[in-house]
């Protein structure tokens, strides 16, 4: 049987599974009450050998990190505030941050985006703020997506350091819709040396700006085993058009993992927050547990693209007005108090997730680069 579906302006045609998945997954399932402190319900679960490791903010990041404008952030990069305006030492001014598909950037752009990496690596910063995720990322409710956001943003702020001054560049996103209209995604060009490198047979990382990279405890390489798990694929259009298309906010901002007594649970297949889920566990490896995720720096060009998504819906759905005030309501028979909307942002002060479905993060701090499309006149998509 053929189905049509009308999502986001767009005619999609469904056969069998697609074009919604090309691969079987698990079904999802709300959790028993009496089963919740022994699943991942708001947490992440650590190994029973883990050992802490410190990752204070320091003085100068408690300052400025939060910052949700140029002039605020402006010493951070040693700048002068005229104005409105930051003018930093070697005269240019500082302007919010353009993040684009990690295949649109230019060689050069690139190749700055590979150095900062590396330098940022080298400096134990990167390691640093990866366990800022680690020990309190926030998953499975509406929390997910604004404690990401907060945290995206602070990361880019201290990346920008390692960046030739005056760059506009940002965090880069990584589309991975483009890989689902290849006959096998691991052939993309993604997966090369140009970008994040190719991987062996152990799945260590052979070549490419990322090889040899360590991760954050430094007790080993890290891994990806790309997609040798069962459930994993890439980001495809027709459910990023679903969730463009979503009316509803409980739709997106969703309880991914709710318990049983939820009374406005929706488990869908096709939530964002679940097709989050599938790229994390077709990179596999490191990037499979939240926990770890943050060692691979794939994790980041990821994350911008589901912030970039969510960011999209907000323009298309929702009124200025209505992107920050709108939240699902606090209800601890569905998600935990992390998630409700005065709930403050682990390791993320002084903000709650309220305070972060501003528009100040898009107004002043960054701003997206539209996706790239293909097509049989454009097979490179634009690509630079």
Not at 94 to 113: P, W
Not at 213 to 237: A, D, Q
Not at 289 to 296: A, C, E, H, V
Not at 363 to 376: A, F, G, I, Q, V
């Amino acid at each position: 049987t053929t189905q049509f579906y009308k999502l986001n302006g767009k005619t999609y045609t469904e056969i069998l599974e697609q074009p919604w998945f090309r691969v079987a997954h698990d079904p999802h399932y709300p959790i028993p009450l009496a089963f919740v402190n022994e699943s991942n319900f708001g947490k992440h679960f650590l190994p029973e050998d883990d050992v802490y490791a410190p990752h204070e903010w320091t003085d100068e990041e408690k300052k400025y990190l939060p910052c949700l404008n140029l002039t605020c952030v402006c010493p951070y990069y040693g700048g002068k505030v005229s104005g409105s305006k930051c003018v930093l030492p070697n005269g240019s001014l500082l302007r919010k941050a353009v993040r684009k598909e990690v295949r649109m950037l230019t060689d050069g752009e690139r190749l700055q985006i590979a150095i900062a990496f590396n330098e940022m690596k080298t400096s134990g910063m990167y390691d640093r703020y990866g366990f800022v995720h680690k020990y309190s990322g926030l998953h499975e409710g509406p929390g997910f997506f604004t404690w990401h956001r907060e945290y995206l943003k602070r990361f880019e702020i201290a990346f920008r350091r390692f960046l030739p001054p005056g760059s506009q560049l940002g965090l880069p996103y990584w589309d991975s819709s483009l890989e689902s209209e290849l006959p096998d995604p691991r052939e993309s060009i993604f997966f090369t040396p140009l970008f994040v490198g190719a991987v062996n047979q152990t799945g260590q990382i052979v070549d490419g700006p990322y090889a040899g990279w360590k991760t954050m405890e430094g007790t080993r390489k890290i891994l990806r085993f790309v997609p040798n798990m069962e459930g994993g694929e890439v980001l495809n259009n027709a459910r990023i058009d679903l969730v463009l298309d979503q009316k509803k906010i409980d739709m997106v901002l969703a309880a991914s993992m709710p318990l049983e007594t939820c009374k406005i649970r929706v488990i869908d297949d096709r939530l964002l927050a679940y097709s989050h889920d599938y790229v994390h566990y077709f990179i596999n490896g490191d990037m499979k547990d939240t926990f770890s995720s943050t060692s691979d720096p794939i994790f980041y060009f990821h994350h911008t693209m589901i912030d970039h998504i969510w960011e999209m819906w907000r323009h298309l759905q929702q009124t200025r007005e209505q992107r920050e005030k709108d939240y699902l309501p606090p209800l601890s028979d569905c998600y935990p108090e992390t998630h409700f909307a005065n709930a403050s942002l682990q390791e993320l002060d002084p903000y709650t997730n309220q305070d972060v479905l501003s528009n100040s993060y898009t107004d002043n701090m960054y701003e997206y680069e539209k996706r790239p499309s293909c097509s049989l006149m454009k097979p490179n998509c634009g690509s630079k």
